[in-house]
């Protein structure tokens, strides 16, 4: 099985879940979401059958909207107004910011047959427009039709341009998160302002029994590695920053206006957001 194999079936959970936790449109919820979602849920956190928060809700949760905090404080800054979100997924954010942000372009991406889906989603909602595409990238692919820099070919080389992974780099190993950071930070450059924004974690922060628990049954339903790319703030800030990137910080969720009280509960304590430009 590829990584991408083993990667996208995780896109219809969380797509399912965003729109549960009041974060998505309804029509990124697909049955076999529904599904995957629950089977996942109910395997961490069992509380949730008696209708309680489990941890993991509070850590996506904290996540999804650290990464909107970032990226909706550098739009109003005025530093950026395009947005290519590689491996999207089923994710509401594009739908999201293009509602809030009427002069935002936001390119979501993934790979072909996802991205076909999602278009197929969106377009049905009549949700699609010049301002927010579909496209295929592969995020692997350096060169070609479905690279990241043939998709920047297309786009307006004089707008501030932020790229979001989320969910994603958990699932690359070192050398191949190292290769994908410099192809950001390069693509990155060609635009007066370039900002790269994902989840991140420390690797003593995700140590708990329950983190370990999370991380099992994950990488059981994906069959394959999960990879914590951070030993502290500090090493992420080096590790950015030697490959290519200006300046990099990694936020606790309890530092973000948006997220502070969700980084204090467990689950949200543990999710960092990377905020690095070029
Ligand atoms: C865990 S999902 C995350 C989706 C979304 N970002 C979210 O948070 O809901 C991972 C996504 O990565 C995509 N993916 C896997 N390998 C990829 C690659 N090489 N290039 C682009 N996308 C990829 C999958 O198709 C899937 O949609």
Same mark, same amino acid.
């Given at each position: &099985?590829?990584?991408? !194999?083993?990667?996208?079936?995780?896109? %219809?959970?969380?797509?399912? &879940?965003?729109?549960?936790?009041?974060?998505?449109?309804?029509?990124?919820?697909?049955?076999?979401? *529904?599904?995957?979602?629950?089977? %996942?849920?109910?395997?961490?956190? +069992? /509380?949730?059958?008696?209708?309680g928060t489990g941890a993991f809700d509070t850590l996506m949760r904290a996540r999804h909207?650290?990464?909107?905090?970032?990226?909706?404080?550098?739009?109003?800054?005025?530093?950026?107004?395009?947005?290519?979100?590689?491996?999207?997924? #089923?994710?509401? /954010? @594009?739908?999201?910011?293009?509602?809030? %942000? +009427? !002069?935002?372009? $936001?390119?979501?991406?993934?790979? +072909?047959?996802?991205?076909?889906l999602k278009h197929g989603m969106l377009d049905g909602t009549g949700l699609l427009s010049d301002r927010h595409q579909v496209r295929v990238v592969d995020a692997l692919t350096d060169a070609g039709p479905e690279s990241l820099a043939a998709l920047i070919d297309t786009l307006d080389s004089s707008k501030g341009t932020a790229i979001i992974t989320e969910g994603l780099m958990s699932y690359m190993d070192p050398d191949t998160a190292v290769t994908l950071w410099q192809r950001i930070s390069g693509q990155l450059k060609r635009f007066p302002q370039g900002l790269y924004l994902s989840d991140g974690y420390v690797q003593s922060e995700v140590k708990s029994f329950?983190?370990?628990?999370?991380?099992?049954?994950?990488? /059981? %339903? *994906?069959?394959? @590695?999960? $990879?914590?790319? $951070?030993?502290?703030?500090?090493?992420?800030?080096?590790? #950015?920053?030697?490959? @290519?990137?200006?300046?990099?910080?990694?936020?606790?969720?309890r530092d973000l206006p948006a997220t502070r009280e969700l980084g204090t509960k467990p689950g949200g304590s543990r999710v960092r957001v990377l905020e690095a430009w070029v």
């Open positions: &099985m590829s990584e991408t !194999d083993r990667i996208s079936p995780t896109a %219809f959970a969380t797509g399912h &879940m965003w729109v549960r936790l009041g974060l998505s449109h309804p029509a990124m919820s697909t049955p076999r979401g *529904v599904r995957l979602d629950r089977a %996942f849920s109910l395997a961490i956190q +069992p /509380r949730r059958l008696l209708g909207t650290g990464i909107d905090c970032l990226l909706e404080q550098a739009i109003e800054s005025g530093k950026l107004s395009q947005v290519i979100e590689l491996a999207a997924g #089923l994710s509401g /954010r @594009g739908w999201r910011m293009t509602q809030k %942000f +009427p !002069d935002l372009t $936001y390119i979501e991406t993934d790979l +072909p047959a996802m991205a076909e329950s983190s370990t628990l999370i991380k099992t049954i994950l990488q /059981r %339903f *994906v069959k394959g @590695g999960l $990879y914590t790319h $951070y030993s502290s703030a500090e090493d992420a800030t080096q590790k #950015l920053t030697s490959n @290519g990137f200006a300046r990099a910080s990694l936020h606790a969720a």
